[in-house]
């Protein structure tokens, strides 16, 4: 399992990482052995694809794209790190003394407002910022203290910050294209399932009494669909019950991390959908890793902080990619050889070790897959919706033909 980690640093510096080990006390060996003292160890719940981050309720109510913006637009004016920090925890109504028991601003504001004045705390008592982020594990992603990390060195953090941004804009829109394929087929899948209730429970049960005197003559198809429909018409409240135990069954299951790993793992077994999973996931750790190598951070450090936000079967790849990297291979060979780089990405990054712009090559790499990404989830959406309207429209089909079924029988019987 995978554990979330505030190391201490041989410099004295404070580092938010995820390590996995198969217990509380083997991950804290692995730390020590890396020569990391663990400030704060806890157990990471993964909740898919995007950033790894525990659940909260702080982390529910903060908004860390909102957060670098306005912090962004303050630094970049000329206003220092600590005015800028108090300017934002008054605008949300605690003021820079919230943790030392103001009045209670309205519950929407008290978490973002107290992380503020905490931030601004932390900042005042002489801490990094990356440092007074790196507290707050559960809120603002190691990406982004990794990022400001490098950037303390020079004190412009207006880049970084920039940087962040964009790429939080550019990760979020190809999470969002992919939620807009699948949006319309589980419409079409809700309503169809809506239209098959209202005949089986509702149409189904009102040729009940026209066939009550065929008996045994009904096909047996036909009398199964009667039977169903006059046990939901009879029992509407069962089937409510049923169909929201269904939904809630559900849920639970796309909350399960064994759940989503087995659908992800199905999904993959499907060619051109594996083509655009796999160009997610890719364009991500892309995007990621010339995100932190813009900011001055060392390769090696930028494949570790990369590293919690892939699925295992990945992560378990970039660990071996970085081992090869630290010995002294080449970034473009250390990824092919783990299957973490197409033919157009390891083009794009030979290009780039060769020029001295690597990072540039991992940005424009990112950028290929996204629109990758795009069509594939354009075609999916053109092609997943007609076939499932297809299929529901031969059930409902079926079922009419079966309610006729019948009738038609009868005909034949008096010709």
């Excluded at 404070?14 to 996995?20: D, F, G, K, T």
């Excluded at 920039?162 to 899948?189: D, G, N, W």
């Excluded at 939901?232 to 299951?253: N, Q, Y």
């Amino acid at each position: 399992m995978q554990f979330r980690v505030l190391a201490l640093r041989s410099d004295g510096t404070a580092r938010p990482l995820v390590v996995e080990a198969a217990d509380l006390a083997g991950a804290r060996r692995r730390l020590l052995l890396d020569g990391l003292t663990p400030l704060e160890l806890a157990p990471v719940s993964p909740i898919g694809s995007g950033l790894r981050r525990a659940s909260g309720k702080a982390s529910s109510k903060f908004d860390v794209d909102l957060f670098c913006q306005e912090l962004y637009a303050l630094v970049t004016a000329g206003i220092s790190m600590g005015e800028a920090l108090e300017t934002l925890a008054t605008k949300e109504g605690r003021g820079a003394a919230a943790a030392a028991g103001a009045t209670p601003a309205p519950r929407a504001a008290v978490d973002t407002g107290s992380v503020l004045g905490k931030l601004h705390a932390s900042v005042r008592e002489g801490l990094p910022l990356s440092s007074a982020l790196a507290q707050h594990p559960d809120i603002f992603p190691s990406v982004l203290c990794e990022s400001l990390r490098a950037a303390e060195r020079t004190s412009d953090y207006g880049p970084a910050l920039e940087r962040f941004v964009r790429y939080r804009r550019l990760t979020r829109a190809v999470r969002e294209k992919l939620l807009a394929a699948s949006i319309y087929p589980l419409i079409l899948l809700g309503v169809s399932t809506l239209v098959m209730l209202f005949l089986v429970g509702y149409v189904v049960p009102r040729f009940a009494d026209v066939y009550a005197d065929m008996g045994d003559k009904l096909p047996t198809a036909s009398r199964v669909l009667l039977w169903m429909g006059s046990g939901i018409s009879a029992r509407p409240w069962i089937t409510v019950l049923g169909l929201a135990a269904t939904v809630a069954g559900i849920v639970a299951a796309v909350r399960s991390a064994a759940f989503r790993a087995g659908i992800m793992a199905l999904m993959q077994r499907i060619p051109r959908l594996r083509e655009v999973l796999v160009a997610a996931e890719f364009s991500r750790l892309y995007r990621t890793l010339a995100l932190l190598l813009h900011g001055g951070i060392p390769m090696v450090t930028s494949i570790q902080v990369a590293r919690g936000l892939l699925p295992p079967h990945l992560a378990r790849r970039l660990d071996l990619a970085e081992r090869a990297v630290s010995e002294g291979r080449t970034f473009s060979d250390s990824l092919r050889e783990q299957g973490l780089s197409t033919a157009v990405a390891d083009r794009f990054f030979r290009v780039g070790e060769g020029s001295g712009k690597l990072a540039e090559m991992i940005d424009r790499a990112a950028d290929f897959h996204e629109e990758e990404v795009a069509r594939g989830a354009d075609w999916l959406g053109r092609v997943i919706g007609p076939f499932l309207m297809l299929i529901m429209g031969l059930v409902i089909g079926m079922v009419v033909v079966l309610m006729y079924m019948p009738i038609f029988s009868l005909a034949e019987a008096i010709q």
